[in-house]
């Protein structure tokens, strides 16, 4: 990716004070008009949002290009692989044929944070990207806990740029098809290639570089192609014991990625290393559908507020703030189920409507509100609250937290109860106190990270048996895998560990077997 020009900026580099006048007028921009309205902004972000941010990196693309970062989740360095060109593809023919519209932006969790503008956008687009994207989006990758926790900003773009050198190199070494073989099957299951639960080594991208160079240096000076074939290595011995057979290797767990890159027997040292690449990646994006809706929701909050700022201080004109308007609206718009909006919620509109409602609570309470959140009603800092959410929330627990009756009428939501025995839908949850808490319960109960994972784990693999690598999946009688797409997974899965591979699907209530799924691995050997 070439870009047309960069910007690159960061707090300590702002340049001079306010300067009086438009920034520009009319739908035509350059380059100077782009690094005036960063600066604008950025003194509305910093000054008075006070916004803590990591250093910008503002990028000018085409609209192919723009394509073209679609396809590589958004990131400006990846590995080549054919399922990146097939997304590409389908994105534009789509584009093409006016079945889906381009984003005004992309913008990358990383430090520094890098942003991506199309260069076909207005003037207006333009700065209320920047300040959507550049500080909205900026300010919450840095803030909330999950990406804290999860995430490592300043090494990711130095780990894609070993993965992508690292995998090519093993495609000059090993050939294209026995490389993508790995990679098909480590992205078949990258979803559940992640660690999930608290306590988990924090990411170390730049370490894992380290690492890597060790391990091949090690393995260069000691590796030895028979003992492959060698029954009863050490590290098998003693594990005949099935208790302690799953303790030594750490069962269960529910990262498949991770349990094989460490125990898979007939992987090559390049395997390995492909497979941990594939598995760090996945888990670098585990925070982004965690926090989507608040994500979104603080952008958009971030941007009008900005650009709301910059109209009254004359900065942009009664035109530019009503392209704003304009394009804030069909952002946040909510089709109804009836019109194409499915059945979930457009998670700009329902965040914004959040921030929104919730600066309102603290500034202008209703006796409602003062009864629903005591502990912000009135205080008189929205600011302080949103950022203090922004921090510290997810989507689940933000709306079980925020969620308020006047966001509830405003989506008309009411709750329905399927009982498939009965030959009705019953309305079980209406606009009254109890029927609020409801609804709000059932809305929070839908963005449970649970719902974005399989709960399968492997509980159990006889090293110094058959090698048959069993897994279970905790579900619920009517919520079984597909079989046709369990099979295949699980092919995959069999080819990376080298034996045979079991999946039983449980009962969680009961713990009866409600389905056996079988997979052996497509090739054999050492």
């Known amino acids: 990716m070439s870009p047309l020009d960069v910007i690159e900026t960061g707090q300590s580099g702002r340049r001079g004070g306010s300067s009086p006048g438009l920034l520009y007028s009319g739908s035509d921009w350059n380059f100077d008009t782009l690094r005036n309205s960063y600066d604008a902004i950025e003194r509305i972000a910093i000054d008075e949002l006070e916004l803590d941010v990591y250093a910008n990196r503002i990028e000018v693309i085409t609209s192919e290009q723009m394509l073209d970062v679609y396809t590589s989740h958004g990131m400006p360095l990846i590995y080549k692989h054919w399922s990146f060109g097939k997304r590409f593809v389908g994105h534009e023919n789509a584009y093409k044929r006016g079945l889906m519209g381009l984003a005004y932006e992309v913008v990358i969790n990383s430090d520094p944070c890098i942003s991506y ?91 894992e570089q380290q690492r890597d160079r060790e391990r091949r240096e090690h393995e260069d000076r000691v590796f030895n192609d028979l003992w492959r074939t060698v029954p009863g290595s050490k590290a098998e011995k003693g594990l005949d014991n099935a208790a302690e057979r799953r303790r030594r290797l750490g069962l269960p767990e529910e990262n498949l990625l991770y349990f094989i890159e460490k125990n898979g027997q007939r992987l090559a040292p390049w395997e390995r290393e492909i497979i941990r690449i594939v598995r760090l990646i996945a888990q670098y994006f585990y925070p982004q559908p965690q926090a989507k ?44 189920f009836d019109t194409g909006g499915g059945p979930n919620f457009n998670p700009y509109a329902l965040g914004y409507a959040m921030m929104t409602d919730i600066a309102r609570t603290c500034e202008a309470p209703t006796e409602e509100d003062r009864a629903w959140f005591p502990d912000i009603a009135g205080n008189g800092d929205a600011l302080g609250t949103l950022k203090h959410a922004w921090a510290e929330y997810r989507d689940e627990s933000f709306i079980q937290q925020f969620m308020s ?122």
């Open 117 to 207: 503008l199309m260069e076909e956008n207005s003037a207006t687009m333009q700065a209320l990207v920047i300040a959507h994207a550049a500080f909205g989006h900026n300010h919450f990758f840095k803030n909330n806990r999950l990406f804290r926790e999860w995430t490592e900003p300043s090494g990711i773009l130095d780990y894609l740029e070993f993965a992508r050198g690292y995998i090519a190199r093993c495609e000059e070494r090993h050939g294209v098809r026995a490389v993508e073989r790995i990679l098909d099957a480590a992205h078949a299951l990258q979803n559940q290639g992640v660690h999930r639960h608290s306590g988990a080594r924090p990411m170390d991208l730049k370490g």
């Open 293 to 336: 809706m608040m994500n979104e929701g603080c952008a958009t909050w971030v941007h009008y507020r900005i650009m709301s700022r910059l109209h009254e201080q004359g900065r942009i004109d009664d035109a530019a703030f009503m392209e704003t308007i304009h394009s804030t609206t069909n952002v946040i718009s909510q089709p109804g």
């Open 405 to 526: 009756p006047a966001v509830m009428r405003q989506f008309k939501l009411f709750r329905l109860h399927d009982d498939a025995e009965k030959p009705y839908l019953l309305v079980d949850a209406i606009h009254n106190p109890q029927g609020y808490r409801d609804i709000r319960r059932s809305v929070a109960q839908s963005y449970d990270p649970g719902n974005f994972y399989l709960d399968i784990e492997v509980v159990d693999v006889d090293l110094s048996g058959d090698r048959c690598l069993k897994l279970q999946h905790l579900t619920s009688p009517g919520h079984l895998l597909d079989e046709k797409d369990a099979r295949a997974t699980l092919r995959q899965l069999a080819d990376l560990w080298g034996y045979e591979v079991k999946l039983l699907e449980i009962d969680r209530q009961t713990q009866t077997v409600l389905a056996t799924h079988l997979a052996s691995p497509a090739r054999t050997g050492p």
